[in-house]
């Protein structure tokens, strides 16, 4: 395997090793968020502030659908480097935001959603749904990745029919649910 100077890799690739840490990732991830929400006191740090990460959630959220639809628009135009330049930015948004969900659901109480009636049920659709989907997106995303890295061009559109919507509506969906519990959360 060899990288020529636009960053593209050429020769034979052994894909294995990359799978096994993508599967890794993929697993790890949704799992430890798991861990967060189940035993919140278990990393807490005392006296850590981080009241201001939801915010920050969502604007990271919001520039990731933005880079998303670019990306989608710019490959659908053929233009092959500016869709990699937003893909690449989705991609690094997507783990900072990673990041920063982990370190504020570390560090914060869980918030209740405090709405009643029909908007409750609308609420928990989109956070169930948005959840669940997360999860997935997130093994989906690195394969997505890895094939276009790769030049496996064909499995890469193979996958992203699929990995770009549900990226797309956990993404939205994110900053949605985030307007709708941004009323409760304790100041």
């Not at 919001?62 to 330049?85: E, M, P, Q």
């Not at 029919?161 to 649910?177: E, K, M």
Request: hydrophobic share 55%; aromatic share 16%.
């Amino acid at each position: 395997m060899t990288t020529t100077n636009t960053g593209v890799i050429t020769g034979p690739v052994t894909p294995r090793g990359y799978k096994v840490v993508m599967i890794a990732l993929g697993a790890i991830i949704p799992i430890a968020v798991a861990v967060l929400y189940y035993f919140p006191q278990l990393f807490r740090i005392e006296g850590a502030d981080v009241s201001f990460l939801p915010a920050v959630n969502a604007g990271i959220n919001s520039l990731t659908a933005v880079c998303l639809v670019l990306g989608y628009y710019f490959i659908r135009n053929k233009d092959v480097a500016k869709h990699r330049a937003m893909m690449g930015a989705a991609f690094v948004l997507g783990s900072i935001f990673l990041v920063s969900y982990v370190v504020y659901h570390s560090q914060a109480v869980t918030t209740r959603f405090g709405g009643e009636g029909l908007i409750r049920y609308i609420y928990y659709f989109l956070l169930l749904t948005h959840i669940l989907l997360a999860a997935v997106t997130v093994g989906m995303v690195l394969f997505t990745l890895f094939f276009a890295v790769t030049n496996q061009f064909a499995k890469h559109r193979k996958i992203a029919r699929w990995t770009y919507p549900i990226w797309l509506y956990v993404s939205i969906t994110g900053v949605i649910v985030y307007f709708m519990i941004a009323p409760y959360y304790a100041h």
